[in-house]
């Protein structure tokens, strides 16, 4: 076996990690907008030469408000799936049920928890930043592909957020203490949904064909141009803001476009799609699919 995971330790864990809202934010609380907010390595914005410092921070704290708003949509449609996995086991395994329902629980905690920093942050922002949207059209349109498509898409979102606060967050010191808790505490909790998943994932390929195996990869790459082009949709909205805001229209805007857009194909597909446990569960269906997508993995970097 590729990994020792099971439902009942899970569950254990899961219920030793639980946190409450108010643990992370309080509703009054303010965010430090005199510091960055999301670490360099998924932001870059220090790299941009053609803004000063006070900019590149403007830039990392509207790039912060994407990690809210993308995790926020990303929730949303997980939800729904983990919740329409479970009622076919309702009078299955009782460890199975009670895990997959706590986690549907926690990502509906985790949808409050986002919303409250988001809050949070346009209490504080002098502009309106502009998401890609609506969250519901873009959860339907996921949603309607091969559910072995979706779990691999939502494995691929657990792990990588696992490598943002292990690889990136957890000794980055420099950034605002409340936006490294928000990391920290929905890392705590997708630590055990990332292990649910893969179990999940195992139960979606029971029974498949090689063939079949390689539709469902055939959607997942779907679903990732789908996502990819909204992300370069909203760095457009992010470089909207940013000129909002620093009151100047930059002149190498397409260049930091590019970039920006890069930048947020690291964070939200690539660091999730070379992740050693996400590779693992593809090597456990099929070389083929795990070959295809490391091949693809790249462009994503």
């Known amino acids: 076996m590729y990994h020792d995971f099971n439902y009942e330790a899970t569950l254990a864990s899961s219920l030793r990690a639980q946190w409450k809202l108010d643990d992370v934010l309080r509703e009054d609380q303010d965010l430090d907008f005199s510091r960055n907010m999301m670490p360099e390595s998924l932001a870059r914005t220090a790299a941009i030469e053609s803004l000063n410092p006070f900019e590149q921070r403007i830039l990392n704290h509207i790039s912060a408000h994407q990690y809210l708003s993308i995790f926020g949509i990303v929730e949303e449609f997980i939800l729904p799936f983990v919740v329409d996995h479970a009622r076919p086991h309702l009078h299955g395994d009782d460890w199975r049920v009670r895990a997959i329902l706590n986690?549907?629980?926690?990502?509906?905690?985790?949808?409050?928890?986002?919303?409250?920093?988001?809050?949070?942050?346009?209490?504080?922002f002098p502009v309106e930043c502009?998401?890609?949207?609506?969250?519901?059209?873009?959860?339907?349109?996921?949603?309607?592909?091969?559910p072995l498509a979706v779990g691999l898409v939502i494995l691929m979102i657990e792990w990588?957020?696992?490598?943002?606060?292990?690889?990136?967050?957890?000794?980055?010191?420099d950034i605002d203490p409340l936006f490294k808790s928000l990391l920290k505490n929905h890392w705590m909790e997708e630590a055990q949904h990332a292990k649910l998943d893969t179990l999940i994932v195992d139960a979606l390929a029971v029974g498949r064909t090689e063939e079949e195996i390689q539709g469902a990869v055939d959607e997942f790459f779907e679903i990732g141009a789908f996502l990819d082009a909204g992300l370069k949709q909203q760095a457009t909205f992010n470089l909207d803001a940013l000129e909002k805001a620093i009151g100047r229209e930059l002149e190498d805007r397409e260049a930091i476009e590019a970039q920006q857009h890069q930048a947020a194909r690291w964070t939200y597909i690539g660091s999730g799609m070379v992740h050693e446990r996400f590779v693992s569960t593809l090597e456990s269906l099929s070389q083929n699919a795990a070959a295809r997508i490391a091949e693809a993995a790249p462009i994503f970097s």
């Open 130 to 146: 502009q998401m890609i949207g609506p969250s519901e059209a873009i959860g339907a349109e996921i949603l309607k592909h091969d």
């Open 103 to 124: 986690f549907a629980g926690e990502e509906a905690k985790h949808i409050q928890l986002f919303k409250r920093f988001h809050a949070a942050f346009v209490r504080g």
């Open 160 to 173: 990588m957020s696992q490598q943002h606060y292990l690889g990136s967050i957890r000794d980055d010191g």
